[in-house]
């Protein structure tokens, strides 16, 4: 049986505030972990009204590199070692302005670092949450993954 994911909407004037509460996420095994990974996922956030689309995404670090003073979105069982969780979620807003969502992938990455050159290469290597890595969302997913690795982990 699939898992319910329970969405809260409020309106405000043209973007809405959506709370999301998503559990029991499956991803591929991270590296060093033998089990399945599994993802819970609570977040709190807006969308935009005035148009027919949207597209919310959500990462951090995980926990060893978090400031632990903030509250995590992300709870992870069996997922080895990755530095950073994440989420897109596509929607359409509906005639009533209300959202509903209509695509949503979770990921989890690890960076691998190359002492071999020097400086040091490091590539971000991303589990997903769906099992056709060609679709449409997966390349709309992957270009994101890439402006994150860059914004982390700027080239040089």
Known sequence: MPTKHPMNYTSLDDEQAISWN???????????STA????NF???????????RFQLGYWEPSQP???YNVTSAFA??????PTLYGVVIEGDVLRNNSVKASKAVAFA???????????????????????????TQNLKLF??????????????
């Open 22 to 32: 998503m559990r029991n996420i499956s991803l591929p095994t991270l590296g060093d």
């Open 36 to 39: 399945g990974c599994s993802i």
């Open 42 to 52: 609570a977040l709190d956030s807006v969308a935009p009204t005035d148009t027919e």
């Open 65 to 67: 590199s978090r400031n």
């Open 76 to 81: 992870a069982s069996d997922c080895g070692s």
């Open 109 to 135: 990455c690890s960076r691998l670092l190359s002492q071999q050159t020097h400086p040091p290469f490091g590539v971000l290597v991303c589990l997903t949450s769906t099992q056709n890595p060609m679709s």
């Open 143 to 156: 270009r994101f993954l890439y402006n994150i690795a860059l914004s982390i982990y700027p080239k040089g």
